[in-house]
């Protein structure tokens, strides 16, 4: 078999959370049209129903919605559950729902501060254990986090610790479980997205003023786009990176290079 059909997602089952739009949906978008049937996750229920309406009408794969807090456990492992009933397996996962909270830290209250780390950091940790555990009584698998920049570089001038310390949280994660698991056929990877042009950035009334600042700061002069980030995914999830673990991938147009 050639590498690019080797590449393909035929047969695989996964899902990908905070799929709704954004990055999730542009990896979910890429994930069917290499072959995989998969579920959108979101708590944002009629409009996980869209995408994968589009996805499905699209690329002619089973792509289901499940409404899914993934700050929450039972949630969690209900979604699983419906994943594995509804696709028949799981070989691999994105866990890629997020939210960015921006006070400076003397203002930053404790209570966003734990949203931020739960629904970036703890809702990671669920996800990948849950999913983790079926995939390692039934095969293996394959997960992928987003990071972020943000877990390498302080952004500036937008104030965001609680965000960059639960970043630099799932790449430790992500390395952690790659680690223990890697003799038993899971692999966990993560990416790391520079400024990308989706909701969380351009619908922000707090982070879009910022873009002119952060473009002239960028080596390209410009936000990456969701749809940049589909193909290392396709990559990650498939067999031709069977030695890829642990690691985590910079898409960030050299954002991070100085
Ligand atoms: P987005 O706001 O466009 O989409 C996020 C989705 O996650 C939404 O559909 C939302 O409903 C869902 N979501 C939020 N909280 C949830 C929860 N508790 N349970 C289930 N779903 C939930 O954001 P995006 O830009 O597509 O970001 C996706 C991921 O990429 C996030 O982890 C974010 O931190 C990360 N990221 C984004 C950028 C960027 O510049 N946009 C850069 C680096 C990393």
């Known amino acids: 078999m050639g590498i690019i059909e080797k590449m ?4 695989k089952r996964g899902f990908v959370t905070g799929a709704a739009r954004g990055i999730g949906k542009c990896t979910a978008q890429a994930f069917a049209e290499a072959g995989a049937d998969l579920a959108i996750v979101d708590m944002d229920i009629a409009a996980a129903e869209e995408t994968a309406k589009e996805i499905a009408a699209s690329t002619g794969r089973k792509i289901i919605a499940i409404k899914c807090d993934v700050t929450d456990e039972a949630q969690v492992q209900a979604m699983v559950d419906e994943v594995v009933e509804k696709l028949g397996g799981l ?12 006070a400076p830290a003397d203002e930053m209250t404790y209570a966003q501060w734990k949203k931020n780390l739960a629904v970036n950091l703890d809702s990671v940790f669920l996800t990948d254990t849950i999913a983790g555990k079926y995939m390692l009584a039934h095969g293996g698998g394959s997960i992928i986090n987003t990071a972020s920049m943000s877990a390498h570089i302080v952004n500036v001038p937008q104030p965001q610790c609680a965000y960059n310390a639960s970043k630099a949280g799932v790449i430790q994660l992500t390395k952690s479980l790659a680690v223990e698991w890697a003799k038993r056929g899971v692999r966990v990877n993560s990416i790391s997205p520079g400024y990308i042009g989706t909701d969380l950035t351009l619908s922000s009334p707090t982070l879009k003023p910022l873009i002119e600042k952060w473009n002239a700061m960028a080596p390209m002069g410009r936000l990456g786009t969701p749809e940049e980030l589909g193909s290392i995914c396709v990559y990650l999830a498939g067999d031709t990176s069977t030695f890829t673990t642990g690691a985590d991938f910079g898409l960030d147009g050299a954002f991070t290079c100085f």
């Open 91 to 102: 070989e691999f996962c994105h866990a890629n729902a997020g939210i960015c909270i921006n």
């Open 8 to 11: 393909r997602l035929y047969g």
